[in-house]
């Protein structure tokens, strides 16, 4: 594999981490995070905890302006707020949504008969890009670039 095809095959995009998914690279999910949501008895969860299953799909939405946590992230069922990831481990996450990162959040687990801070927790999940076999392949009959047989390589001094 010529070292162009390669730069070009992991480019990143300017907009984010977003790599171009090709014949040489893959695009999986890779979880991220898998907690609780912290806040539910302030927010809609109540009223919603019947409507809600394993599986769920939730919306994360990044709330900057936040006075209370410069990082905070709301944690959304169908347009309806149900509370925040934690204050103690939303840093990462808050980062990689103001980075434009696509993150998917799913109900991990949900108890409508525990304690508001245990009742639900989320996955989250990050796209990942791995290398496929093909480009595992190219990477390997390529040789190094300290293996090269030129002058330089052989002690050929330009300069005495």
Known sequence: MKRKDFI????ISIGGFRLPVNSLLADRLIKIYDN????????RFDRLKSHISTGAVLQLVREKQNKYDAFA???YFQGEKLGYLPAYENVVLSNLLD??????????QIDPTAACFN????????????PSNRLIEMIKDEGRADDANDLYRNGFKVFS
């Not at 609780?36 to 927010?43: K, S, T």
């Not at 980075?99 to 991990?108: I, N, Q, R």
Request: proline content about 3%; hydrophobic content about 60%.
């Open 8 to 11: 070009q095959a992991l480019s």
């Open 36 to 43: 609780y949501v912290a806040g539910l008895r302030y927010y």
């Open 73 to 75: 992230v709301a944690v």
């Open 99 to 108: 980075s434009g990162v696509d993150l998917k959040a799913f109900v991990s």
């Open 119 to 130: 009742a639900l927790a989320i996955a989250v999940f990050a796209p990942g890009v791995i």
